[in-house]
């Protein structure tokens, strides 16, 4: 009986930690801001690229473009739909906090190795990376305003092509 209760107990914490390893929205939404900043300057790497990271394409009626759903689907990313400048590529989440947005767009920068640079528009934090890259942090459900900490959005806007000139 001990045995069979024990088998009980580790299959059911395989079980409850292979749930919480896909239900993570902070980690996917870091995922997709990562992504936007080193692949938002090219429509279809950017796409590519969700795609291998196993997120879920689909026609968004209420963007009227291609987005991406997280593999949890608790995060949706827009990435750029065609080459004009300055290329926009966004991730929005209700799930994520402001605080992790603000974490996520840091995080993406320290991991290219760009100091933070950050000033504040209109109260919303806006980061600086390189190439003429903006990483623009503000609440989802109200793109000019941060005063929802419940929920987030970050636009990776790419102002001019970062290989001119190369």
């Not at 749930?19 to 939404?29: C, E, K, L």
């Not at 900043?37 to 796409?47: N, Y």
């Not at 690229?49 to 879920?56: M, N, T």
């Not at 593999?71 to 994520?96: F, H, K, N, Q």
Request: hydrophobic share 40%; glycine share 8%; charged share 15%.
């Amino acid at each position: 009986m001990t045995q069979f209760t024990l088998a009980l107990i580790v299959s059911g914490a395989a079980l409850v930690s292979a749930h919480a390893a896909q239900s993570n929205p902070a980690g996917s939404f870091a995922e997709a801001v990562e992504l936007c900043l080193r692949f938002g300057s090219d429509p279809w790497f950017a796409q590519d690229r969700f795609e291998d990271a196993g997120w879920h394409s689909y026609k968004d009626p209420d963007f009227g473009s291609t987005a991406f759903k997280s593999p949890d689907g608790a995060v949706i990313a827009l990435p750029p739909t065609d080459e004009t400048y300055p290329m926009w590529c966004s991730v929005r989440s209700g799930s994520v906090s402001f605080v992790n947005g603000m974490a996520a767009a840091e995080n993406a920068l320290f991991a290219t190795g760009t100091p933070i640079q950050r000033e504040f528009r209109d109260d919303c934090p806006i980061y600086f990376g390189s190439y003429g890259q903006e990483l623009r942090v503000f609440s989802e459900g109200n793109e000019d305003l941060c005063s929802d900490p419940t929920t987030a959005v970050v636009h990776v806007v790419t102002m001019t092509n970062p290989i001119a000139g190369q």
